[in-house]
């Protein structure tokens, strides 16, 4: 069973705050990605990245980073976090075929 | 560029009516379509994938056929249930060296009794 999973779950963060979400795949894929959801937007992609050492602006980068150290591990980091930036977000791991999404990770910046 | 257009952001429907949910694509590539599922407090996870070989995917009732001449991915059910109410998805993805997945806006269906 393919396996993506997010951490923390849940985090709450002040304005200005550095914060650092975690994504972790077991399925040996080479492609990662990182949205956000909110609601009337649907999934919008913030990074992605190819393989390990790469990655690449989606379609809304901006005040976030991203760093893919290893095949396994893709993290999503907001240096300057703002209430903009409370949300949901997702992270998948995938093939041409398919998308496996992680669990999500719920953001509030106060 | 690639793109995917859901029209409707949210169906209301009727337990026992069919279910039609519209998705149109644009790539001057030949993608694969995709519809991915998400409930409640969940996250996506894939219900149909579209296959080069002009079979009609189906799953849990639902089915989908890639209709390249109209560049259409429409999903159906003849009879939508109370459980069938979550957030659908119609992607594609493309090969440009690497895969490329585009996601559509999303459609909300909501399934009363």
């Known amino acids: 069973e393919a396996a993506v999973t997010q951490s923390p779950r849940n985090k709450v963060a002040v304005t200005g705050g550095k914060v650092t979400l975690s994504c972790n795949q077991t399925?040996?894929?080479?492609?990662m990605y990182w949205y956000r959801q909110d609601t009337g937007h649907g999934l919008r992609l913030i990074h992605y990245?190819?393989?390990?050492?790469?990655?690449e602006k989606g379609d809304i980068p901006d005040g976030y980073k991203a760093s893919r150290p290893s095949q396994e591990n893709f993290s999503l980091i907001l240096e300057l976090a703002t209430p903009s930036q409370t949300s949901v977000y997702f992270c998948?791991?995938?093939?041409?075929?398919?998308?496996?999404f992680g669990p999500g990770t719920r953001l509030t910046v106060l | 560029g690639d793109s995917v257009t859901q029209t409707e952001g949210l169906v209301t429907l009727t337990e026992g009516l069919p279910v039609m949910l519209n998705c149109t694509y644009q790539?001057?590539?030949?993608?694969?379509l995709f519809w991915y599922v998400q409930h409640l407090n969940e996250a996506p996870k894939l219900l149909l994938k579209?296959?080069?070989?002009?079979k009609r995917p189906e799953h849990q009732g639902f089915h989908a056929t890639l209709h390249k001449s109209s560049s259409s991915f429409h999903l159906q059910k003849s009879s939508a249930q109370l459980s069938d109410s979550a957030l659908y998805y119609c992607?594609?993805?493309?090969?440009?060296?690497?895969?490329?997945?585009?996601f559509g806006a999303g459609t909300r269906l909501k399934v009363i009794a």
């Open positions: 998948a791991s995938g093939d041409r075929v398919e998308q496996y």
């Open positions: 992607a594609l993805s493309v090969n440009t060296g690497n895969y490329k997945y585009v």
């Open positions: 399925n040996n894929h080479n492609n």
């Open positions: 990245s190819y393989g390990a050492g790469s990655t």
């Open positions: 579209s296959f080069t070989d002009n």
């Open positions: 790539s001057t590539y030949s993608p694969f």
